[in-house]
């Protein structure tokens, strides 16, 4: 089954607007919440990530926004440029057996930023 | 600091043939995972080695085998390619058991036809 569920499938916004990722998860192991962003031909980068304890980070333009009890994390660019046109994957990181951990990451999020 | 490279970058395969993927890393990160990645269907797990002389499953292990060589290189091996494994495979070296960050590759475009 799918651990993480993201939408939309992709989105249009136009130069300035807030572009808003969604994403959602049912295992409560999942302890930390990143965001990846890939560019055509690129493999995924961090871009920022949020741990449960906390309800909103910000760095920059980027927010993620984490509601613990709905098991439901966001992520709001703010002032969106062409330049933030790319694929954004949410991801959870659980642990497992000793200091090992594991992260799984959600469809994707093709996003364009229309000048 | 080259960080996570991966070869081919580029690779054709015939049904039935065979290829490993390599993957090395220089960051001296325990964990080194391989995902696929396909239109609409995200990045899906394959295998991953948590430490040296480990390997497990992930979401879409079948007609794929891994061998973490050490700890800088895990190889990803198609027996016998089939054109579902057509897709962008990517290796990743993971580190940080709290704030934990994958590193990623480049990736290696394979087509079977």
């Known amino acids: 089954q799918q651990q993480v569920k993201q939408s939309p499938q992709s989105l249009i916004v136009q130069k300035g607007g807030i572009s808003i990722i969604n994403c959602a998860y049912e295992?409560?192991?999942?302890?930390?919440f990143p965001w990846y962003q890939q560019f055509p031909g690129k493999g995924p980068a961090l871009l920022i990530a949020i741990r449960p304890d906390v309800s909103e980070k910000k760095e920059g333009r980027f927010t993620i926004s984490f509601n613990k009890s709905a098991k439901q994390f966001s992520l709001h660019i703010m002032d969106s440029q062409p330049g933030d046109s790319a694929t954004y994957f949410c991801a959870a990181k659980e642990g497992l057996r000793g200091s090992n951990y594991k992260l799984t990451f959600g469809k994707g999020t093709l996003l364009t930023v229309n000048p | 600091n080259a960080g996570v490279t991966q070869t081919p970058k580029f690779q054709v395969l015939k049904t039935g043939q065979s290829m490993t993927l390599q993957c090395a890393q220089d960051m001296n990160h325990n964990s080194m995972y391989w995902y696929r990645q396909d239109p609409g269907m995200g990045l899906r797990l394959i295998y991953y080695s948590a430490s040296e002389g480990t390997t497990d499953k992930g979401e879409v292990p079948n007609g794929y085998n891994v061998s973490r060589l050490n700890k800088r290189e895990f190889s990803l091996r198609l027996e016998s390619a089939a054109p579902s494994q057509t897709s962008v495979y990517f290796c990743a070296s993971i580190v940080g058991r709290w704030n934990t960050e994958a590193f990623f590759g480049q990736g290696t475009r394979l087509t079977v036809v």
């Open positions: 295992n409560t192991a999942f302890d930390y």
